[in-house]
């Protein structure tokens, strides 16, 4: 049971890592094409005082749109702000909200707030995570990776959904973008239990996360074009990106990585170049239901595209969250 359900979700993560790892040391990072102007546009960004997030959230910035930064940290979102809207040049506007996406409560009042605004959404970027944290679970008894990774932004997405189907129009999507990650395609998704209390393994949780948010993205797509709405939805894997995603390794673990950061790892700007591209390019609009890799569309594990877990994991994550 430990070597299946600890040390093989371990070796399969780390391998994953190693691919990566070659395939950046022999590729250079997607280069961004013209980005139309977003003037009078409005984004929200989870995550975005840091990393990944605030490059997303810069960048949008830059191109005249209004962002609505999204984090737990209210000094830092805070400040944020401050350096955005000092470095403004095209009419872009930024905002901080905090919001404690462990917490299903904060969350569903952050929707409410959000809405009582009266704005239109045209972006979403679900791009807040964790990742190989000790066991331990959320405000609502939710393990730590599967609630903050999906379980929030699945929640988040779906209250918030009838604002960009009001915000989008044909020729113009609303847009969804889901921030996946290649070891989704080391995940396993074992619905008897998701909270994963039988044997825990933080590499298995995160993996699984990052599976889910690809199912959902998938499933929540075919939903809106039957309805016709003009949202789309994409996943990106923004490959490894120096962030402090990775303060969980292990201490030799860590010990590699700083020297190979360095030199293999992208910025933080250049891993937030495809979840631009999927936010806000012309090349991207009217496409969803697409795995983004380094700016391309890229095949995404085999069981992401497996139509009935889709719909199981769909049911289940409105249980799970209280959704109808």
């Known amino acids: ?60 910035h830059q191109l005249g749109m209004h962002v609505f930064i999204v984090g737990n940290e209210r ?33 569903r009042q952050f929707a409410q707030n959000f809405k009582q605004r009266g704005l239109p959404l045209h972006v979403l970027v679900n791009n807040a995570g964790t ?19 999906y379980l929030s932004h699945f929640l988040l997405t779906n209250l918030l959904l009838d604002v960009l189907k009001a915000s989008g129009k044909q020729g113009r999507s609303a847009r969804v973008v889901n921030m996946s990650s290649a070891t989704h395609y080391t995940g396993v998704i074992d619905m008897d239990d998701l909270n994963r209390r039988s044997c825990y393994s933080s590499h298995g949780a995160y993996a699984q996360s990052k599976l889910a948010l690809v199912l959902f ?3 929540l797509q075919e939903q809106l074009i039957s309805g016709g709405f003009p949202v789309t939805v994409n996943a990106v894997d923004p490959g490894m990106v120096d962030t402090a995603l990775y303060d969980n390794l292990w201490t030799l673990a860590q010990m590699l990585k700083r020297p190979v950061a360095k030199i293999l790892f992208r910025t933080p700007a250049e891993g937030a170049s495809t979840t631009v591209f ?5 090349q991207m609009e009217g496409v969803g239901g697409t795995y983004l890799y380094n700016g391309e569309k890229t095949r ?25």
């Not at 990742?131 to 990776?145: A, C, D, K, S």
Request: charged share 20%; hydrophobic share 40%.
């Open 300 to 324: 995404s594990a085999q069981l992401s595209y497996d139509s009935e877990l889709q719909l199981q994991l769909w049911k289940k994550s409105c249980k799970l969250v209280g959704l109808q």
């Open 1 to 60: 049971m430990w070597f299946t359900e600890v040390l093989v979700p371990l070796l399969r993560l780390y391998l994953c890592g190693m691919k990566v790892l070659w395939y950046q040391m022999f590729n250079k990072s997607f280069t961004m094409p013209a980005l139309p102007s977003q003037s009078g546009r409005v984004a929200i960004v989870t995550g975005g005082t840091r990393g990944m997030g605030l490059e997303t959230a810069r960048q949008m």
């Open 131 to 149: 990742m190989l944290v000790p066991e331990r679970q959320t405000e609502n008894g939710i393990e730590f990776h599967l609630g903050l990774n």
């Open 75 to 107: 000094e830092e979102g805070e400040e944020v702000v401050k350096k955005l809207d000092a470095q403004n040049r095209n009419g872009g506007k930024a905002e901080f909200i905090f919001l404690d996406l462990t917490s299903l409560k904060s969350i």
């Open 278 to 282: 999927a936010a806000v390019s012309s």
């Open 217 to 219: 993205s998938y499933f």
